[in-house]
């Protein structure tokens, strides 16, 4: 019995899960390397793993990957320093039972 051919629409599905969804995407029709940024021709397995070993993909990935560390780096040196002052006024007037609509 001859070999079954898949539909474009399941090979494309399987090379996203295959070299992983945070590289390439489908729309059924194309696949696109969110990476580079390119239409990848899908006629053979081989032109989907060397577009991902191109130098522009791996200097692309490198990039990326450096450009999330320098973001998450300035979210954690730019959160302001809170002081304990609004905790512990809070703390003061309910100790005794002071009733905030009374400040």
Same mark, same amino acid.
């Given at each position: 019995? *001859? !070999?079954? !051919? &898949? %539909?474009? %629409? /399941?090979? +494309?599905?399987?090379?996203? @899960?295959?070299? *992983?969804?945070?590289? +390439?995407?489908? $729309?059924?029709?194309? +696949? ?5 940024? +390119? ?5 053979? !397995? ?7 070993? #191109? ?7 490198? @990039?990326?990957? $450096? &450009?999330?560390?320098?973001? %998450? &780096?300035? =979210?954690? #040196?730019? &959160?302001?320093?809170?002081? $304990?002052?609004?905790? $512990?006024?809070?703390? /003061?007037?309910? /100790? ?6 009374? =400040?």
């Amino acid at each position: 019995m *001859g !070999k079954v !051919k &898949q %539909s474009t %629409s /399941a090979r +494309l599905r399987n090379y996203v @899960s295959e070299f *992983g969804s945070e590289i +390439l995407s489908t $729309d059924r029709f194309v +696949l696109f390397c969110k990476v580079c940024e +390119l239409k990848i021709n899908l006629e053979k !397995k081989f032109n989907v793993s060397q577009q991902i070993r #191109t130098e522009k993909h791996v200097k692309s990935s490198k @990039s990326q990957k $450096d &450009q999330v560390q320098r973001k %998450s &780096q300035q =979210l954690l #040196t730019n &959160q302001p320093t809170k002081s $304990d002052f609004n905790k $512990d006024l809070c703390e /003061a007037m309910v /100790a005794p039972s002071i009733p905030f609509n009374k =400040l």
